[in-house]
């Protein structure tokens, strides 16, 4: 279908930038607009304890842990808080999974929409001051409205999103969405609380030599995946891996490049959450051109079985994606 994609200039605000795009949404206009604010409003206030997070004593762990088990972060929880009160407040979602629930968070009842979000990705950086992120998909409600929010509601495949996006708090902060009709990019300037467009229409490369992935799990990669990073040796690429998966993303994103994090010793079907970190960038990935395979499937076509089931995760580069897992057959 032709995209409408109308040339919105750099610099406009992400309020004007959702206004102007939602004949493009194809289902009530004013309802995933009001979502989209409800999430950057958070990123507002979670950027903001971020940034002062070595001053008031907000880092390190509280001394508890999440259903993955890993230790949560104090910001962990607080951004938590955050986003699960600002889609609250706006009215619009009627269910939240997050990694840092176990449960399925119920909230109005009456909203068309179940977000999927890892409200702060990357934390065990936070205390080393490297950037780290919020992941976040958007899906309607199968139920009608008003009835009890069903597993059919949440474990829908990500290719039933109708939105999907991050936050980087990195050097800057960014917002980078999709509503599938491209991918956009917004900057943050804190000192006018506002999201200007700095990336309109973002593509990834089709082809790159940049590869991510934490190479101390080698030996327990399964064999076409060692093969393959032996052809990035081969060929010279260059291996950058941050940690933290929106950072890297986020450079893959901008100048080429694959992550991955495959199946290993200590995690059979890899770290990655499907719900609520592969499912979004890879939505984002394919919109902007790229892919995002599990090693042997499409990430969007993966049936979710559980709310936090891990998945390998191969994204980026269409070229470096199709590439890798030309290995696996
Ligand atoms: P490892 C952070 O915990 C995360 O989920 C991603 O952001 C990051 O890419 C990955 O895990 C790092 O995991 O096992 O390489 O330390």
């Not at 929010?149 to 949440?154: E, F, K």
């Amino acid at each position: 279908m032709e995209d409408s994609r109308i040339a919105i200039p750099i610099g406009t605000t992400l309020d004007r930038f959702i206004k102007s795009k939602e004949e493009e949404f194809q289902y009530a206009t004013g309802e995933l607009s009001q979502l989209l604010r409800d999430i950057a409003l958070a990123g507002k206030v979670v950027n903001r304890e971020i940034n002062k997070a070595g001053l008031i004593n907000i880092v390190g762990a509280i001394g508890t842990q999440n259903v993955q088990g890993e230790e949560q972060q104090k910001l962990d929880v607080l951004a938590n808080i955050r986003f699960t009160r600002a889609l609250t407040k706006g009215g619009e979602a009627c269910a939240v999974i997050s990694e840092e629930d176990d449960e399925i968070v119920d909230l109005n009842n009456d909203g068309k929409y179940v977000i999927a979000i890892d409200p702060l990705d990357g934390s065990s950086n936070i205390d080393v001051n490297v950037s780290i992120g919020t992941i976040f998909s958007i899906y309607r409600r199968v139920t009608p409205a008003g009835s009890p929010i069903q597993d059919i509601d949440v474990l829908q495949k990500g290719e039933e999103q109708v939105a999907a996006g991050y936050l980087l708090y990195g050097s800057s902060t960014m917002l980078v969405y999709t509503t599938g009709h491209g991918v956009n990019g917004f900057t943050y300037e804190p000192s006018l609380g506002e999201y200007f467009l700095s990336h309109a229409d973002m593509s990834v490369p089709e082809d790159g030599n940049i590869y991510s992935v934490n190479e101390g799990s080698f030996k327990s990669f399964q064999e076409p995946v060692k093969a393959y990073i032996e052809y990035c040796k081969d060929n010279r690429y260059s291996g950058r891996y941050i940690g933290s998966l929106v950072a890297d993303f986020h450079r893959n994103l901008l100048k080429g490049g694959i992550y991955i994090y495959p199946a290993t010793a200590k995690d059979k079907n890899g770290k990655l959450r499907l719900m609520y970190e592969c499912n979004a960038l890879a939505f984002i990935v394919e919109q902007a051109g790229g892919l995002a395979s599990t090693g042997k499937e499409r990430i969007l076509s993966v049936q979710p079985t559980e709310l936090h089931q891990r998945v390998p995760l191969f994204i980026g580069s269409k070229k470096m994606v199709e590439k890798a897992i030309s290995y696996f057959s």
